[in-house]
């Protein structure tokens, strides 16, 4: 009894922290941060990005597939969302330390086929700064946060970088083309 | 009741929670009203837009005392104000239910791996992160000799590149976590020793970076107004250690930098700039009142080699370029390449591309430059043979006798610069050598003094380059562990690297001892009388320099001395 009314509070907790803003807690809720009257079951995400989900739901999405060492996971993205924000918020385990600001390479994906990296729109300058130094570099890499979801894309198969490397102590650097 | 339940104003629920509680030990009770107290003085009536204010009221009536070890991470969050509000109500929820049910299963936690990172930038953070995420029963520690973390993202990163400190949010969420913890102005050496760490932690982690210097050897790199870059860059990003640096800037209009690196073009760029542009950036106000004062119009970029090997990158070659009314001056002869150069760039894409944005600058300068003017110029094929002393000033540098280099295949297929006998002066007053960061040893660690590096296979650290045993327990990531090269994102790969090798010796060798981890650390440390700074005490240090920046029209004004940095933390 105790764990269930844990794991109902933990749930109206945590559907609470998408609420905003922030109002005074109410004496008779257990978590003084979660007001009983704003709970609202059809939002589920956790620090969602956009408000609007509801109008959303009516926009087409296009599949993007990744492929890792671990397997491969299949992702929907709304057309015009950035691809970057769709990943993370499907827990795929690529980072975007810069957050999108063209000032990392940590967001480095391999398009698999090159029919498909061709619809890709071409990199600027900006952007190939950061590939050059970017782990694993191909023929076929490109800076996944400068890339929005467009219809063509539908079925776009991507590849992480390998993560495990020799660090060897002279130096491994990354074979570029 | 315990009378601090009643004294807490709390909700009745959560007294009927406690009370129904099975949890033996009354501590929950006492970690729970520490952070509900906390939270009644937070969200008094009397303060009902404590989320919105820009300047929160201060929070300091808590009289709670502090919660103990790894609840104080929670606790700590709890008070902090400027937390986003999700976060901080996430966090006093988890302090809520972490503190009742791990004191539940305290026998376990005494059993979880305790681990310590010893540095607090890239490297320390994404090793961290990494642990956290492999191991469900980890502790994290991770300390650093200042009293701020982030490493270089903090200190090294040039004040005109914001984007790049953003990575400064990915790591704060780390620090974040319920089982890690940021322990500041603890060192490693004089607070605390390497075997005292190794005794209290099931796996340490060093990753400190590289804070000294590659030398010269030359005449006269002693002379004042000669400089390492380090300290320099140090200097203007309000590092503590070197606020005092005062580089003299106003008896000169000539610098000299040697190498050709990013960290070379960083201190060039901030010489050349605008100070207007300059003053809305987070750069530190001694450095910005010392170069709005600046004479120096000159600034040279010297390589031993040719274009085809400048260590620059891309991004920061366009940028300098880039600079308002900046001459650039690169000599034409100096672009010829040969076929060694050739097959040099064949499959190196940065090399061609540097050399291209270089060819390009060459043949696009304009044709005068007027007098008052900002110039660059890249040098290359000099290699510094002496530093010359001034005849006026006596011990002061007054320019730098080069020797002219022609390459030079070696054995290895590498092009090294071979002296000429043919030799060249420049006059200047200011000389900043940026010829590369070294790592640091300390007493009882296996140390390569050749490469500058801790001998280690993958990450797992061994008694000596030569293949000695591997040390227990002890590994390394970072720039201490492959010296001093990359970027911030290589720092990833590394320290996946490192956490794989720590995962796999945990299989192999279960962990059965019991070691006493952070309450062990924060037991040492209060013997020793150390006043080491958490990540809510950095986050004042945050908050200060914001708000005081803020005024200004910066990001942040940087407290650049121990004694601000240290005082906003007693706060």
């Known amino acids: 009894m105790f764990i269930s009314k844990l794991w109902r509070l933990g749930a109206q907790a945590s559907k609470g922290l998408s609420k905003a803003p922030l109002t005074i807690p109410s004496r008779r809720s257990f978590f003084p941060i979660v007001q009983n009257d704003s709970l609202d079951a059809s939002s589920r995400k956790l620090f969602s990005t956009t408000n609007s989900q509801e109008e959303n739901e009516d926009k087409q999405k296009i599949s993007v597939t990744f492929f890792d060492k671990d397997g491969e996971q299949e992702i929907k993205v709304l057309i015009g969302m950035s691809m970057l924000e769709a990943t993370h918020e499907n827990d795929i385990e690529l980072k975007g330390a810069c957050e999108g600001s063209l000032a990392c390479s940590t967001c480095h994906v391999i398009v698999m086929d090159v029919e498909q990296y061709n619809k890709l729109e071409d990199p600027t300058d900006e952007e190939n700064d950061m590939l050059d130094l970017a782990f694993g570099l191909t023929e076929t890499s490109r800076l996944w946060c400068q890339v929005i979801a467009k219809p063509e894309l539908d079925g776009l198969r991507l590849a992480l970088p390998a993560a495990t490397r020799n660090f060897a102590v002279d130096g491994y650097k990354p074979k570029p083309h | ?571």
């Open chain 2, 1 to 571: 009741m315990p009378s601090y339940i009643s004294k807490c104003a709390g909700p009745p629920p959560l007294v009927f929670f406690s009370s129904a509680s099975i949890v033996p030990s009354f501590l929950p009770f006492r970690f729970s009203c520490n952070t509900l107290c906390c939270w009644c003085h937070s969200f008094r009536p009397s303060l009902p837009s404590v989320s919105t204010s820009p300047t929160p009221p201060p929070l300091s009536k808590c009289a709670a005392p502090p919660p103990l070890s790894d609840s104080s991470s929670a606790a700590d969050h709890v008070v902090q104000r400027h937390h986003r509000r999700s976060t901080l109500s996430l966090h006093s929820a988890m302090s809520i239910f972490g503190g009742m049910i791990a004191r539940k299963f305290s026998s376990a936690t005494t059993r979880s791996l305790h681990v310590c990172v010893v540095g607090s930038g890239p490297a320390g953070f994404y090793t961290a992160e990494k642990m956290l995420k492999a191991h469900k029963g980890a502790e994290v520690d991770i300390i650093d000799r200042l009293p701020t973390p982030f490493g270089l993202v903090r200190s090294g990163v040039a004040p005109d590149h914001p984007e790049t400190k953003i990575v400064i949010n990915q790591f704060s969420r780390v620090a974040h976590n319920e089982r890690c913890s940021f322990f500041g102005n603890v060192t490693l050496g004089s607070s605390i020793s390497l075997s005292e760490l190794r005794q209290i932690y099931h796996v340490v982690v060093l990753a400190y970076g590289a804070e000294s210097d590659r030398v010269l050897g030359i005449p006269g790199e002693e002379l004042k107004g000669v400089h390492s870059a380090r300290e320099f860059v140090w200097w203007y990003n309000g590092h503590p250690d070197f606020s005092n640096l005062t580089p003299d800037l106003k008896s000169t209009d000539t610098a000299i930098v040697l190498g050709q690196g990013n960290v070379a073009l960083d201190v060039a760029r901030i010489l050349l700039r605008s100070p207007k542009e300059l003053s809305t950036t987070d750069i530190a106000n001694h450095a910005l009142t010392a170069l709005s004062e600046s004479s120096i119009r000159k600034v040279y970029l010297v390589g031993r080699r040719g274009p085809v090997q400048a260590a620059c990158t891309a991004k920061e070659l366009r940028e300098i370029l880039a600079i308002k009314d900046l001459y650039v001056n690169i000599k034409e002869a100096d672009l010829v390449k040969t076929s060694s150069d050739e097959e040099e760039m064949k499959n190196n894409r940065i090399r061609k591309r540097v050399f291209e944005l270089l060819s390009k600058a060459s043949t696009s300068r304009s044709p005068s430059q007027s007098s008052g003017q900002r110039e660059l110029h890249f040098t290359f094929f000099r290699k510094p043979d002496k530093f010359l002393e001034s005849y006026d000033k006596s011990g002061y540098v007054d320019g730098v006798h080069f020797e002219k280099t022609t390459l030079k295949e070696n054995d290895s297929g590498n092009q090294i610069a071979i002296g000429t006998g043919e030799y060249e002066d420049i006059k200047c007053g200011l000389v900043l050598k940026s010829i590369g960061y070294k790592s640091i040893p300390i007493d009882g660690l296996p140390f390569d003094q050749s490469k500058g590096v801790v001998p280690n296979i993958k990450g797992r650290v061994i008694s000596s380059s030569n293949g000695g045993e591997n040390e227990d327990g002890l590994y390394v990531c970072g720039w201490l562990k492959r010296g001093p090269t990359g970027i911030i994102a290589t720092n990833l790969y590394d320290a996946e690297e490192t956490v794989a090798s720590i995962s796999e010796d945990i299989e192999k060798k279960e962990v059965t001892s019991q070691k006493a981890g952070r309450e062990g650390l924060v037991h040492l440390l209060e013997n020793k009388k150390i006043k080491f700074v958490t990540f809510g005490d950095w986050e004042k240090i945050d908050f200060e320099e914001k708000k005081v920046g803020s005024l200004k029209g910066k990001p942040r004004e940087k407290l650049a001395t121990w004694n601000d940095l240290l005082e906003v933390t007693t706060k």
